[in-house]
């Protein structure tokens, strides 16, 4: 079917594509393409176009669009059909209730990530704390920490200078720029072996090679795969180098929050038991019951 033009066929009259109408053949639209969330997706897709909140959608529903909106529409719901994130044509995602910038050179903030944040929060509470976020990508974690936690000082690595300017820029959108540092570098590669950090935090890649190959094509196709896959066949490779290097930067008694794949609990905890830098270790679950976090205190030996 053709996509929406400025005015269409209807029993011989010339009728507008009104609001209404054109999410009702986007999401037709999005369907047949097998598009999840059909009707969310042309919703947020709509708005952005028309520079609306969701809501004002339902208000104007009977407005109709004009010719150069719906050309622009026409060209995200192109790139939509082609499987690019809606995140990625917005240029936004929200989690933890803040709005962040986001591009195809940062991995789009996960809901079960705010998992992390959540955590971090309820061990730091309002003391006075330094932590060191790895592989910050667009900032989601270290600028909801900071935002949640007034004490902080936040040093944020990432190997990707483009993700740091993504996620500078999100730190300075809402007010926290000048306590989180950010650091370009291949994890701890920069920093000089000393017991810094009162907290580790971490969404590192973790996908495994063989998992890869069957994830859904808005991931593979257009998310930065160094941010996705961890290395080797069950993707732990970059969580090994972070659980081997993190008792040279961390206190006595600081702790490491690190987001794991699924299935990837029961391998960890194998290697962990009976480590003499680990005082104790939990894996905790997500909202959908997956063994998400890893959280780990370092021994005060």
């Known amino acids: 079917m053709a996509q929406p033009h400025a005015h269409s066929k209807e029993a011989g009259t010339e009728a507008p594509w009104t609001i209404l109408k054109v999410l009702q053949w986007t999401t037709g639209y999005f369907q047949r393409h097998e598009i999840e969330q059909a009707r969310a997706n042309a919703e947020v897709l709509l708005a952005h176009v028309l520079g609306l909140e969701r809501i004002q959608l339902y208000l104007r529903h009977d407005q109709p669009l004009t010719g150069d909106e719906l050309a622009k529409f026409r060209e995200v719901v192109r790139r939509r059909a082609a499987r690019e994130p809606t995140q990625y044509i917005t240029q936004k995602q929200e989690f933890w209730s803040l709005d962040f910038e986001v591009t195809p050179s940062v991995l789009i903030p996960r809901p079960e990530t705010e998992l992390l944040v959540q955590l ?8 006075s704390a330094r932590v060191l976020d790895l592989g910050t990508g667009s900032g989601a974690i270290a600028v909801a920490l900071a935002h949640e936690c007034p004490n902080l000082a936040i040093v944020a690595i990432d190997s990707s200078p483009a993700a740091l300017e993504i996620a500078g820029r999100n730190a300075i959108r809402h007010g926290v720029g000048h306590r989180i540092a950010m650091v370009a570098m291949d994890l701890f590669s920069g920093l000089t072996p000393s017991p810094h950090f009162d907290l580790m935090v971490s969404n590192p890649p973790y996908i495994g090679d063989t998992e890869f190959s069957g994830i859904a094509p808005e991931v593979s196709r257009y998310e930065p795969e160094t941010a996705l896959k961890g290395g080797g066949s069950e993707g732990l490779r970059v969580i090994r180098r972070i659980l081997g290097d993190m008792p040279s930067y961390l206190k006595a008694g600081g ?10 609990a029961s391998l960890l905890a194998e290697e962990l038991e009976g480590n003499p830098q680990v005082e104790d270790h939990a894996f905790i679950e997500d909202y959908s019951g997956v063994l998400r976090v890893l959280k780990l205190r370092k021994s005060h030996r």
């Open 255 to 264: 702790y490491l929050l690190m987001e794991i794949g699924q299935g990837q």
């Open 120 to 127: 971090a929060a309820e061990i730091l509470g309002t003391a």
